[in-house]
């Protein structure tokens, strides 16, 4: 199993900036990409932003130019760098791994527990 844990979440004015962590534990034989999800009340979870172990990036409209994501894949942990917050980005934020354990072929996603941002205007 491989187990995936967030950091970094909080409460923090409009305009400013959260540094959100996830590191990747466990049997871990290779981690494809990773991502960032995040899910308001009512609302489905969206992907937030995902990056290749390669280093190429993808991220949602919203967010574009305000949040980077980066991964250390020493470390199996990937960050979530968010500037310029809105109070339309609070919510569960989700860190997800497609990977694959020591044991298995076959890769699979994994989640995290989830970490809330919330942004006071």
């Known amino acids: 199993q491989v187990q995936l844990v967030e950091s970094g979440g909080g409460l923090v004015q409009a305009g400013g900036s959260l540094r959100l962590s996830c590191t990747a534990s466990g049997r871990i034989g290779s981690i494809s990409t990773m991502g960032w999800y995040r899910q308001a009340p009512g609302k489905q979870r969206d992907l937030v932003a995902r990056?290749?172990?390669?280093?190429?990036?993808n991220y949602a409209d919203s967010v574009k130019g305000r949040f980077t994501i980066s991964r250390d894949n020493a470390k199996n942990t990937v960050y979530l760098q968010m500037n310029s917050l809105k109070p339309e980005d609070t919510a569960v934020y989700y860190c997800n791994a497609f990977a694959r354990t020591t044991y298995s072929l076959t890769f699979t996603n994994y989640w995290g527990q989830g970490t809330q941002v919330t942004v006071s205007s």
């Open positions: 990056i290749t172990s390669a280093g190429t990036t």
